[in-house]
């Protein structure tokens, strides 16, 4: 049975924060949210850098900001270190619940890696040195390390491996698909995660180029039929995490998917589970190969049978009317609801033919429609990587950097 649509969760967690309680530290190894006075008593530098106005993000000075960036699901500094080299002023950060929180919460406290959050502090300092905006990407992929054995490449991040553990989801393909259909009807997963979101909105409010946090990346759910209902069961989830983070931190962007990376369901969405739609932002993926039309249903509730993906690794040759045409769907929505549309991933394989067409068809839509986007990704290992195994720039960052500096939109201010 689902929650209600709104829970008192977020009223009493923001107590709790505010009284320096609920979210503690376990064996004084943990570090909770700050005893911190609240929002409309913050001194004015500790307000986010870039905002959302209706459609459009803004800085400080309300004047339009773009944010072109990249994807880092690594915390090492050989990797994030070379982003000014493009040229970029974002980077959409992973930050998998997995890393954060390695063992279940005890007695109601919570143990968080430490070492992780250092890392995490480190790279949003960098950042901030270098006038880039961090938008902090509560990520999955492959839904939790508990199952990463059943699946190709053997890896997953997401929910804690605990999480699973000696419950009614056996490690397996037919598990997987069940614990993420489940997820979202789960109270103790929606409270434990809720609590992880709000504990990392705690940490990071006073970071004024942390824009914001991202509810969950590309929300999967498993063997569920792909239905209107389906999409409203994911939205009235996300809106109890929303109510955690602004509990805690009502003034950044909070940005959200509907089903998986096309974000599917948008067409039809109700967001009122949301309440207030200020400060949020719709993500939405494009891997799509720009052939056959817009690549959805015409409901726009699932993605055709005709789809292709840049992932499937073949030469590129679509077509910037066919990218238009799906990315059209999503925006189309945001603009309903009068809030950014946000492409938070985007490419494809390094050496394959058509790339360099295919990125300047990309980065030319994005600048002719005032998007802004993070392309996956600043890495040394994976195939769309832009970096080599020596963290120097691959022949498409290089072209990205270019794209970047030739584009004539306006860009985010740094300060």
Known sequence: MDMPLRSPFGLLLGLCLVAGGCIGN???????????????????????????DGARFVDRSGATVVLRGVDVHTLDPAVYTRAPALGVNFVRVAAPWSDYEPRPPSNGQHTWNVHRL????????????????????FHQYGWSPFFAHVQRGGRANGMPRWLYAG?????????????????YTDRRATSLYAGFAAMMAGRYRTSPNVLGYEILNEPATGGARRTHALTQ????????????????????????????GPSMGAQAA??????????????????????????YKRDGEN??????????????????????????????????WNIPLMVGEWGAFNGRAGLRAYQRQMVSLFDAEGLSW????LDTRERLGLLTRAS????????????????????????
């Open 26 to 52: 376990a064996g004084g190894t943990g570090t909770g949210a700050p005893n911190e006075p609240p929002p409309s008593s913050r001194p004015p530098d500790t307000v986010p850098l870039v905002t959302t």
């Open 118 to 137: 250092a890392e995490l502090d480190r790279l949003i300092s960098y950042c901030a040195a270098n006038r880039i905006q961090v938008l902090l990407d």
């Open 167 to 183: 419950r009614r989801f056996p490690a397996t393909l037919a598990g997987l698909d069940a614990a993420e259909e489940r997820f």
């Open 233 to 260: 069961r994911v939205v009235r989830w996300q809106a109890r995490i929303l109510d955690a983070i602004r509990a805690v931190d009502a003034e950044r962007t909070v940005v959200f998917m509907l089903r998986g």
């Open 270 to 295: 109700d967001l009122s589970p949301f309440g207030s739609l200020d400060h949020l932002a719709l993500d939405v993926h494009d891997y799509f190969a720009g052939t056959g039309g817009s690549g």
């Open 303 to 336: 993605v055709s049978f005709g789809y292709r993906s840049t992932l499937q690794g073949l030469p590129y040759r679509g077509t910037a009317a066919s990218q238009a045409d799906y990315l059209a769907v999503s925006l189309s929505a945001a603009t309903r």
């Open 374 to 377: 993070a392309r996956w990704s």
């Open 392 to 415: 120097s720039l691959r022949p498409a960052a290089e072209q990205l950097s270019e794209l970047i500096a030739r584009s004539a939109a306006p860009a985010a201010s740094g300060g």
